[in-house]
């Protein structure tokens, strides 16, 4: 139980809902920035503005899953107010303050540096990462289907990267019947896609290997689907690309060769925000049980 915790959230999407079901259930106390539209209450939990916050009675903080803007910002669903967050806030935090989100960036490394507050980034998390293959895997399911004229049985399909959610993606697309080929670096990935039925091949031989591509399918969170790349794809071939932003796609040259180009982020809170949500929600409530284990085990 988080029974007398005091946890503020920040914003965020549908997903936050099921993640504050979940802590008040354990008992924990919670602070909801960013909520003033929420018409849901839930028992434990108190909406506040930003300038209300105690921030010293603190002990862990939750972010929205893309944790912040690069000027601090945090985005919100449920409110059209302002919400910044920088390290005089988490200066004013109890030294044991804690802060979660689900991935990172410079501003937000910056200030957790800055205030020497422990930070977990949660989609770094095996089991969350792998969790939520699945929803976007459907997702990606989803917009293949909505955006072609054939069907995903017999398609060439083209998954750049072999992580946990490139590996989800190629095992459902060859289940319908795709012919999948797996684009990957490390030769123990090759080995891996192959052995799981796919075709591999080495990412400095793409050029060649989307020459009949109907769909290409990007996990890789930097720019790989170049012009080069894209000039070599037939005018029909669909983009999916599901890396972080700003993706790994040049989405402007797709445009201009009339290729359709989608980004498609964080599907698993647009296809299935609850189940995504109940992830979060659990891991989330496991990780602060063992971090209050931890502080009661220090001297």
């Known amino acids: ?30 602070v909801l920035v960013g909520f003033d539209q929420l018409d849901h209450g839930f028992t434990g ?8 916050v105690d921030f010293a009675k603190l002990d862990f903080i939750v972010l929205p899953v893309n944790g912040t803007g690069p000027n601090g910002e945090i985005d919100t669903i449920f409110s059209n107010k302002s919400i910044v967050i920088t390290s005089s806030h988490l200066k004013q935090t109890p030294e044991h303050c804690h802060v979660y989100s689900g ?13 020497g507050r422990g930070h977990t980034q949660l989609f770094e998390r095996d089991d969350v990462a792998i969790y939520n293959s699945i929803p976007t895997v459907e997702g990606t399911l989803m917009m293949v289907i909505q955006n072609t004229d054939t069907t995903i049985h017999k398609s060439n399909t083209v998954v750049l990267g072999f992580g946990r959610v490139g590996m989800s993606v190629a095992r459902a697309f060859a289940a319908l019947g ?15 896609i192959s052995e799981m039925g796919f075709i591999p091949f080495y990412l400095d031989d793409l050029k060649k290997e989307v020459i009949d591509t109907d ?13 080069d790349i894209i000039s070599k794809m037939p005018t029909h071939t669909l983009i999916i690309d599901l890396a972080s932003k700003p993706g790994g796609t040049d989405f ?23 189940t995504a949500g109940q992830i ?6 496991q990780l602060i049980k063992e971090e209050m284990v931890n502080r009661k085990g220090k001297p």
């Open 1 to 30: 139980m988080l029974t007398d915790l005091q946890i503020a959230i920040f914003g965020g999407d549908a997903r936050q809902l099921e993640v504050i079901r979940k802590l008040t259930e354990q008992g924990a106390n919670l």
């Open 45 to 52: 939990a108190s909406k506040m503005d930003m300038g209300e």
């Open 103 to 115: 991935i990172t960036n410079k501003y937000l490394n910056g200030i957790i540096a800055e205030s």
């Open 178 to 192: 795709a012919r999948v080929k797996v684009g990957a670096r490390k030769p123990e990935h090759l080995a891996r």
């Open 215 to 227: 769909v290409c399918i990007n996990t890789i969170p930097f720019q790989i689907v170049t012009s």
């Open 252 to 274: 402007k040259y797709a445009e201009k060769r009339g290729i359709k180009a989608l980004l498609a982020p964080g599907l698993p809170g647009i296809v299935a925000p609850k």
């Open 280 to 285: 979060l929600g659990n891991v989330l409530s």
